[in-house]
């Protein structure tokens, strides 16, 4: 049985809403669809947005109104469904929902932006090594993990347009990429770049700049797959052509 995963910072759940969010929920129709950058509480959405149609939704809210968010949606109700990592330095600002299904754990994590500050670029990392202690934790009890979500770094050179430009800018720095080579060292894989070795591939364009008709954008957004797992991931992808937002929806298909 195959199962379709998709991944997409939405840059506003009520926005997206209003240029066709849930006509593509239908057409995709994804078994998990982890949303990132709702920008709003469950209280404020419309009905059809806290329960779609042949989903189970979860939602994690920032305190701050308009701001952060994640939510998750699955035709399968999970086992179980956790709001953060149980640390109020992390979890005030709903970045955070792992759910356990009967194969494998999965987070989907809002990752924070380092760019505001050196604070803000401090709090980045810890919640970058929370993250891996975590799953980690889950690795050392047997379970599979799958983490996804808007990670706010390109890992290689080939994962921005123009990374020379970019190299002392936060989503490029040396000890933000240092992390995600700790993940993989630590036993997870980048399931995109299992099937695309290539470059040319981004899931983030400023819009600002109009970057997404240029093609100049970074790959930010990802599907890391535990290793004793990788035999049964059959794709990855990012929908490049699906508009809404100024990331892409990534996806991840798994055969079970």
Request: aromatic share 14%; with cysteine; net charge negative.
């Amino acid at each position: 049985m195959i199962k379709r995963l998709v991944s997409w910072n939405v840059n506003g759940i009520r926005a997206v809403h209003k240029k066709g969010f849930l006509d593509f929920v239908k057409e995709y129709s994804p078994d998990i669809l982890c949303i990132q950058e709702t920008k709003a509480h469950e209280d404020q959405l419309p009905s059809e947005l806290r329960h779609p149609e042949g989903y189970f939704s979860y939602f994690s809210s920032a305190e701050k109104k308009g701001y952060s968010g994640v939510a998750l949606y699955s035709k399968d109700e999970p086992e179980s469904v956790r709001f953060g990592f149980g640390s109020d330095r992390f979890d005030t600002e709903g970045r955070i929902i792992i759910a356990d299904y009967p194969d494998f754990s999965l987070f989907n994590i809002y990752f924070p932006n380092g760019k505001a500050s050196a604070e803000r670029l401090d709090f980045k990392l810890d919640f970058y090594n929370e993250c891996l202690n975590q799953a980690e934790k889950l690795l050392a009890d047997g379970r599979n993990v799958i983490i996804c979500g808007d990670v706010n770094t390109a890992h290689k050179e080939i994962d921005l347009a123009r990374p020379k430009a970019n190299e002392n800018v936060s989503g490029f720095l040396p000890v933000e990429r240092a992390w995600i080579d700790k993940l993989l060292d630590a036993g997870f894989a980048d399931s995109f770049r299992m099937f695309t070795k290539e470059g040319g591939y981004y899931s983030w364009y400023d819009l600002k700049s109009r970057a997404r008709e240029r093609n100049v954008g970074w790959r930010i957004d990802y599907f890391f797959v535990s290793k004793k797992f990788l035999e049964h991931a059959v794709s990855a992808e990012i929908l490049a052509h699906i508009y809404g937002s100024d990331h892409c929806p990534v996806t991840l298909e798994i055969e079970l």
